[in-house]
């Protein structure tokens, strides 16, 4: 999937970017972006698009809650009209939220502009790599006395 494909529609994107930015909201101090903020809809539509027909209809459901409190959509409550409106679809509804946090954590926590307002490097942990305190190998020498802990397998042949 390129980037600029998506199993979603606009608005559909749009809708899962505002249950993203509810699960996983901006700081008050704005240090650190919210979920949807970030483009995870997009991320989630090409790292979990067996999600995809569980989203479509959620949205549907959240925008029909939505409406019932006078908003076009799901997205277009404001902020703090959101938590009840997707915690009395989760009652119903209890398998798609756990996948979505998940899913939008896994990629929250990956993000350039998250890791480093943790404080950390973005970069995988390798070629630079993580100090390791010297050891003496003289600490595996009781476990290289032991006998094995294996069984050989018997010989297939009759």
Do not use: C
Not at 4 to 33: C, H, K, N, W
Not at 48 to 63: G, R, S, T, Y
Not at 68 to 78: I, N, T
Not at 90 to 99: I, K, V
């Amino acid at each position: 999937m390129s980037n600029t494909d998506s199993v979603y529609s606009p608005d559909q994107e749009r809708g899962l970017a505002a249950i993203l930015d509810t699960l996983i909201p901006r700081s008050d101090d704005g240090r650190f972006p919210g979920a949807g903020e970030l483009g995870l809809a997009r991320h989630l539509a090409q790292r979990a698009a067996e999600l995809a027909p569980l989203v479509v209809q959620a949205l549907a459901i959240l925008d029909a809650l939505a409406a019932e409190r006078g908003a076009p959509d799901f997205a277009a409550l404001a902020a703090r009209e959101r938590e009840p409106v997707l915690a009395a679809w989760s009652a119903d509804h209890p398998l798609l939220l756990p996948a979505l946090i998940f899913h939008g954590y896994a990629a929250y926590y990956g993000e350039q502009r998250v890791v480093e307002a943790l404080g950390l490097e973005h970069r995988p942990p390798f070629p630079l790599g993580y100090p390791l305190a010297p050891t003496d190998p003289a600490r595996l020498d009781a476990m290289r006395r032991r006998p094995p802990m294996y069984r050989v397998p018997p010989d297939p042949k009759p």
